[in-house]
């Protein structure tokens, strides 16, 4: 891979997510040669991806170039590649652009859509787990606008116009929100000679209450700003397939859609070539202990939603979201200073900060400990800590102004069909 040599031990990361630059930034003064790969060159904010996916903000809103990201690091090499597979017995990583050898090796490759093993659904159904998946996605919904528009047919152009989402976790809760705030305060100005109305927004959940993971309090509150705003919700029903027009549901009944995005669930992005026994198959993620060492492995680490720990608050592992990942990664660092060190490491302790969603405008729950809250001041914490989360502070600004413009005109500016997407048929 053209990287100098050196007498300083390499650190590998797979992963540029919130793990993988979480890490990579707290080893800045550290004497080692970090080596980052990563089979995209930017670093996306995914708690953001819904409002690329409905015009909301541009994509490089959220995303920023990892190279930029960690430009004050000394000893620092990025390789845009795919990791094939791991060969541990030689402390090795293949890629699609060479072999790279490792001293320490961490993996940080986050998840990736489970489609709970249906191969139709697989094929046809939308997913939202990065930007160019964001695109096809806005791209589809104003193609489908498009069409609608020109359609006589009034059955065509309601599957045009119904939007099916499947899970009701905050990122399906904040899709369907966020399409029904298009629905009333944008579309009908754009398509004036189309009956807007005639937009549907459908929200599945498998479970008994929307945000499961979240208090019923949160859940009961969503609902209601879901159901003010026009959503149609199904618990406890289970979409069983979906044919690129017709969806399946578990009682049998279907409906005709244009528009199907899966947000039900998401397993391990795992790498081959770790031991089985290693892995957490049914979740796809790998064991790991306190310290994020994967199972069998001195000197492989797993972090981030990659990563399985049994802990006695978390049972089950922790959840998949950002703040577990992050606050691995900084421990991480620290502990590999405490290895070059020949110190014993400390082990992982979960803070947990609190969740929250967004469900549209001055609508937001949000579960911190024993307070538990919705409504405006809800949205507004939920904003200021997603703006201030976002690397780089050009994107802080942009996002800023794009909310604040969105805010005043009732409006969402990126409506444009930059690169059509077209649907397997």
Known sequence: MNLPETDQKRVVIIGGGFAGISLAKKLKNLDVQ?????RHNYHTFQPL?????????????????????????????????????????HNRVITNIGSLSYDYLIIATGTKTNFFGNATIAEHAMAMKNVPQALNIRSLMLQNFEKADDCDDLEERKALLNFCIVGAGPTGVEL??????????????DYRHLNVDEME??????????????????????????????????LNTLVQDFDGETLIMNNGERMRTKNFIWTAGVTGAAIEGIDASSMMERLN??????????????????????????TEPYPNGHPQVAQPAIQQGELLAKNLKLLLEEKPMEPFTYNDKGTMATVGRNKAVVDLHRLKFGGFFAWFIWMF???????????????????AY???????????????FRPKT
């Open 34 to 38: 970090v080596v980052m790969i990563d």
């Open 49 to 89: 991806l819904y409002q690329v996916s409905t015009s909301g903000l541009e994509p490089d809103s959220i995303a920023y170039p990892i190279r930029k990201v960690l430009k004050h690091l000394k000893n620092f090499h990025f390789r845009w590649a795919t990791v094939e597979r791991l060969e541990p017995q």
């Open 176 to 189: 369907a929100g966020a399409f029904a705030e298009l629905k009333r305060h944008v579309f009908p100005r």
């Open 201 to 234: 927004i459908h929200l599945f959940e498998g479970a008994d209450r929307v945000l499961p993971p979240m208090s019923e309090q949160a859940s009961k509150k969503a609902t209601k700003f879901l159901e003010e705003l026009g959503v149609k919700i199904f």
């Open 285 to 310: 993620r790998f064991k790991v202990n306190r310290f994020n060492q994967v199972k069998n492995y001195n000197n492989i680490f797993a972090i981030g939603d990659v990563a399985y720990m049994e």
């Open 385 to 403: 800590v997603h703006l201030m989360a976002l690397v780089g502070f050009r994107n802080r600004v942009i996002v800023f102004f794009n909310w």
């Open 406 to 420: 969105n805010y005043i005109n009732y409006d969402k500016a990126a409506r444009l069909i930059v690169r059509p």
